[in-house]
């Protein structure tokens, strides 16, 4: 399996207080993801990244930044975690953006 | 309407049993097609990619039909470790020289003994 590690595994933060999550690859893959996913909406894209300090949005970007100074690293950032925001984060890789990902094995966020 | 669309089952089905999911996209636009496997609590696994011409990899077929903007899979001799959601995915350019994936709801499969 590709080289690729998300920490914390298990999160639990008050509403209001802002939350980092990283990603870690040892792949040199371009591309890093991060999708969050809820029941009853699959995975959606918060932001994504296609090289060092390159980032864009991805279609639920509200509340989270990015930040991507090293191949190797792709950082989300909640500035205010709200309830809403409790979910699972996945991060993702990929060689090329037209190839399948790969994906880091979650980061279970609950905001109280 | 929804860019990937799925039945979200379950399909409960017995061991041996072949078993057919169905997924339609909305973007014409769309280049590259995967089946996603995702167990409970886990990530999603790349199951295999969908081409054109069909491809098969064991007991899996995996078949795209462009003008109808429909991909299917097949899974013959189910066993009870297919147990998982199976996630529909589609790739379309998003601007920037960069592809996005999309992912459908995913439909759940349980395997009974």
């Known amino acids: 399996d590709a080289g690729i590690t998300q920490s914390p595994r298990h999160k639990v933060t008050e509403t209001g207080t802002p939350v980092t999550l990283r990603c870690h690859q040892t792949e040199n893959h371009r591309y890093m993801y991060w999708y969050r996913q809820d029941p009853g909406h699959g995975l959606r894209l918060i932001h994504y990244?296609?090289?060092?300090?390159?980032?864009d949005k991805g279609e639920v970007s509200d509340g989270y930044s990015v930040s991507r100074s090293k191949t190797e690293d792709f950082l989300l950032t909640l500035e205010s975690a709200t309830s809403s925001q409790t979910s699972v984060y996945f991060c993702?890789?990929?060689?090329?953006?037209?190839?399948?990902?790969?994906f880091g094995s979650g980061t279970r966020l609950t905001v109280v | 309407r929804k860019e990937v669309e799925q039945d979200p089952g379950p399909f409960n089905v017995p061991e041996g049993a072949t078993v057919a999911f169905n997924c339609t996209y909305s973007?014409?636009?769309?280049?590259?097609f995967f089946w996603y496997r995702q167990d409970c609590r886990k990530e999603p696994k790349l199951l295999m990619s969908?081409?054109?011409s069909g491809n098969e990899d064991g007991r899996f077929t995996a078949q795209l039909n462009r003008a109808s903007q429909y991909i299917s899979l097949l899974i013959r001799d189910s066993k009870l470790s297919d147990s998982a959601t199976y996630l529909c995915?589609?790739?379309?350019?998003?601007?920037?020289?960069?592809?996005?994936?999309?992912f459908g709801k995913g439909t759940k499969l349980s395997v009974i003994p």
């Open positions: 969908v081409y054109s």
């Open positions: 995915v589609v790739t379309a350019y998003s601007g920037a020289g960069s592809y996005q994936l999309t």
């Open positions: 973007n014409s636009a769309s280049q590259s």
């Open positions: 990244s296609y090289g060092v300090k390159d980032t």
């Open positions: 993702a890789i990929s060689e090329s953006s037209v190839y399948g990902y790969t």
